[in-house]
């Protein structure tokens, strides 16, 4: 079997490069059977290499330690689950993994564009076969996961301890589901450069993939974050890690695009911008893919060292000169004659907005690389740390806490004084008597200050186009006010799913802003009956539980918790030993309220005296940042569903866009 998962991945390698070139041969040659034959083959390559992932899971599952992947990244003990998960867990898997994601969704892609989008579609399955080829050539040449060893282990490695986490079955998928979709825009932007095709067509297509691109880079973030929180036992979920700060960048270009796309849309504007924008999403993807494998950085999220960092920076290389040629190319053609009329108008804030984004993405990058910059110029490696990212880029987060208020709602072209009062008024109100509040509340002024009265602020200025959608609605179809609701949001979904995104976003930054600043934390070496005080509340130390299995052993402290004498609950932070890679993990206890987490973590623990060394931590409004992810998802739902318009109207391509068939 591994045999045929080998040959199903070099059939790939070959049906992508035929797509390459016919798609691109029957788009300058506008021959239909030719593009046709491309399409068919991308179907090949789909079913080629979901068929290797399904021969290579089969072989984890079955525990075929005569392959060398096999043998590294499972074991007998393994439960099940993790086995699924090591199929990610390795350079190798991961990379068929990346490979088939991509396969899926270029055919989903092919799919459904069948009937549109004809003299784009070549040239978009060419970019995404070109990727595919790359992929697939890295599988083929370098990583091959059907590697057999020259005599079969009687027993895997393990998967790394680190991964036998929940967050981790959950995070390394929606990392790539958001890096691989966004190839998506990329072929389409790719493909309008190529024809010259540069009108809204090519957005309007692919604006629910940037969002789903975006949505899952969301979610691929707070699940590492959460998987850092709980797995770690630092007692924080956001380090600057290079890994962390390449997952963080393509989804700060995405949201820039996400912004400035609807200037161009709405006012035929910054087309040059938004190229760029969804190019550069692309090409950082590609980027945050050659700092995980290539060795060049340390980093716990990242695989072990490999020679791949050339090929990645090579392809890279390739997809910013390609590119960037065509922009040049077609650079005439991008430009258009609107300008912004007014620093007070919609179109100065979300340009604002895009600044702000692609200078914290800009600092970020700067960050992550000169460490590696200073190696290679003066051979001396200068860390840059957590201070650094947090000193220049927490006053530019302030600021688009403050315009995702701003921006929503002030008018297009040009704000008058009455729109600014019609439209700021009760917002700002409220912003300041919170401001006042929590002055007299004793929260000083500050960075967390600032935060709370933004996120007022912007929560004003949402609630406020709820209120006024829902009561027009009332004053004119006599609707109730629920049925008003859902009636205002199903009319426009996009608008106000992007309003509950914001409601998201703002529920994040409160719980950065809290757990950043007011975070207590309280270490103690404790013998049986001893307490410990933290914050409010009070550890006692009863006895050491422990466990054993084939697959690991636990140890854990038995701490009953207390608030003003009164027992509200029992935590058991653990050690454990995994017995295969003879390698130990922490594992933190953790008793989390919408008011703050009590996160505990057992540092140390001598068996002979029964000491153990108890680091505990108070995090304010973290399970916000949490509750931030569950509404941000909730909007995406809402603003991708399509209307009932949408799902009434069949949209046929433009008239002389079809690929003729001879």
Same mark, same amino acid.
């Given at each position: ?6 040959l ?12 390459v ?10 021959r ?13 390559v ?16 079955s ?21 699924f ?6 350079q ?13 969704f270029?055919?989903?892609?092919q799919l459904?564009?069948r009937e ?33 060893l ?11 301890p ?29 493909a309008?450069l ?7 067509q ?21 699940f ?16 600057w ?7 963080f960048?393509p989804?700060?270009?995405s949201?820039?695009y ?18 760029i ?13 050659? *700092?995980t494998? @290539? %060795?060049?950085?340390? !980093?716990?999220? =990242?695989?072990?060292?490999?020679? +791949?960092?050339?090929?990645? /920076? ?13 922009v040049?190319y077609?650079?005439?053609? *991008?430009?258009? @004659? %609107?300008?912004i009329? !007014?620093?007070? =108008?919609r179109?100065?804030?979300? +340009?604002?907005?895009?600044l /702000? ?8 990058f700067?960050?992550t690389v ?6 290679w110029?003066r051979?001396v490696?200068i860390?840059v ?27 297009w ?6 729109n ?13 008597v ?7 509340g004793?929260i ?7 935060a ?5 602020f912007?929560l ?27 009636r ?12 509950i ?8 930054f ?29 550890l006692r130390?009863?006895r ?13 402290a ?8 009164r ?8 050690k ?21 987490d ?10 002979q ?5 108890i680091?505990?931590?108070v995090?304010?409004?973290v399970?916000w ?12 739902a ?25």
């Amino acid at each position: 079997m591994p045999e045929l998962g080998r040959l199903a991945v070099c059939l790939a390698l070959l049906c992508a490069l035929v797509s390459v070139i016919v798609s691109v041969r029957g788009a300058l040659t506008r021959r239909g059977d030719l593009v046709r034959t491309g399409e068919h083959a991308a179907y090949a390559v789909f079913g080629l290499v979901a068929l290797a992932v399904v021969i290579l899971l089969r072989a984890l599952l079955s525990h075929d330690f005569s392959l060398e992947y096999v043998a590294a990244y499972s074991s007998s003990t393994l439960p099940t689950n993790y086995v699924f998960a090591a199929l990610w867990g390795g350079q190798k898997g991961s990379l068929l993994f990346w490979s088939f994601m991509l396969s899926l969704f270029a055919t989903i892609v092919q799919l459904q564009n069948r009937e549109r989008n004809r003299e784009l579609m070549p040239w978009v399955t060419a970019t995404l076969m070109t990727v595919a080829v790359f992929f697939l050539g890295l599988v083929t040449f370098l990583t091959d996961p059907f590697e057999r060893l020259p005599t079969p282990a009687f027993e895997g490695a393990d998967l790394n301890p680190l991964l036998q986490n929940y967050w981790m079955m959950i995070h390394p998928p929606s990392l790539y589901t958001g890096y691989v979709s966004a190839s998506v825009p990329f072929a389409f932007a790719i493909a309008a450069l190529a024809t010259g095709r540069l009108g809204d067509q090519w957005i309007r297509s692919t604006r629910r993939w940037a969002l789903f691109s975006w949505f899952f880079l969301s979610l691929g973030n707070l699940f590492g974050a959460m998987w850092a929180y709980e797995v770690l036992g630092w007692g924080g979920y956001w380090a600057w890690d290079p890994v962390e700060n390449a997952a963080f960048m393509p989804w700060l270009v995405s949201t820039a695009y996400l912004h400035s796309v609807m200037i161009q849309e709405k006012k035929d504007m910054l087309r040059v911008w938004n190229m760029i924008l969804v190019l550069l999403t692309f090409s950082l993807t590609i980027f945050g893919t050659f *700092l995980t494998r @290539s %060795g060049v950085i340390s !980093s716990v999220h =990242s695989f072990t060292q490999s020679g +791949l960092g050339p090929f990645f /920076i090579g392809f890279l290389l390739l997809v910013l000169l390609t590119a960037g040629g065509l922009v040049a190319y077609r650079l005439p053609e *991008l430009r258009t @004659s %609107g300008t912004i009329e !007014s620093f007070f =108008s919609r179109e100065a804030a979300f +340009l604002f907005n895009n600044l /702000i984004l692609v200078g914290i993405a800009f600092a970020v990058f700067w960050g992550t690389v000169f460490p590696v910059l200073s190696e290679w110029v003066r051979g001396v490696k200068i860390t840059v740390g957590p201070p650094f990212f947090n000193r220049v880029n927490a006053p530019l987060g302030l600021v688009l806490l403050v315009l995702m208020g701003i921006g929503p709602v002030i008018a297009w072209r040009r704000a008058t004084p009455r729109n600014l009062w019609r439209a700021f008024a009760w917002p700002v109100g409220s912003a300041l008597v919170a401001g006042v509040v929590l002055l007299v509340g004793g929260i000083p002024f500050g960075g967390a200050w600032v935060a709370f009265v933004g996120g007022v602020f912007a929560l004003g200025t949402i609630v406020q186009e709820f209120w006024r959608g829902v009561r027009a609605r009332q004053a004119m179809l006599h609707e109730s006010a629920p049925r008003a609701l859902g009636r205002l949001v199903g009319k426009n979904r996009r608008r106000y799913g992007g309003y509950i995104i914001h409601v998201g976003i703002v529920s994040i930054f409160v719980g950065i802003a809290a757990s950043s600043v007011f975070r207590i934390e309280a270490q103690q070496t404790m013998k049986v009956g001893d307490e410990m005080r933290v914050g409010r509340y009070t550890l006692r130390y009863d006895r050491i539980d422990s466990q054993e299995n084939g697959h690991v052993a636990r140890t854990a402290a038995v701490l009953p918790v207390f608030v003003d004498g009164r027992q509200i609950d029992t935590l058991m932070p653990e050690k454990r030993f995994y017995k295969k890679p003879k390698q130990p993990t922490t594992e933190v206890a953790n008793r989390s309220t919408l008011r703050e987490d009590l996160y505990v973590v057992l540092g140390s623990y001598d068996p002979q005296t029964q000491l153990v060394t108890i680091q505990a931590y108070v995090n304010p409004l973290v399970v916000w940042i949490w509750l931030g992810g569950l509404i941000l998802a909730l909007g995406t739902a809402v603003a991708v569903w399509p209307t009932a318009a949408e799902r009434e109207v069949r949209v046929v391509a433009p008239a002389g866009a079809r690929v003729p068939v001879e």
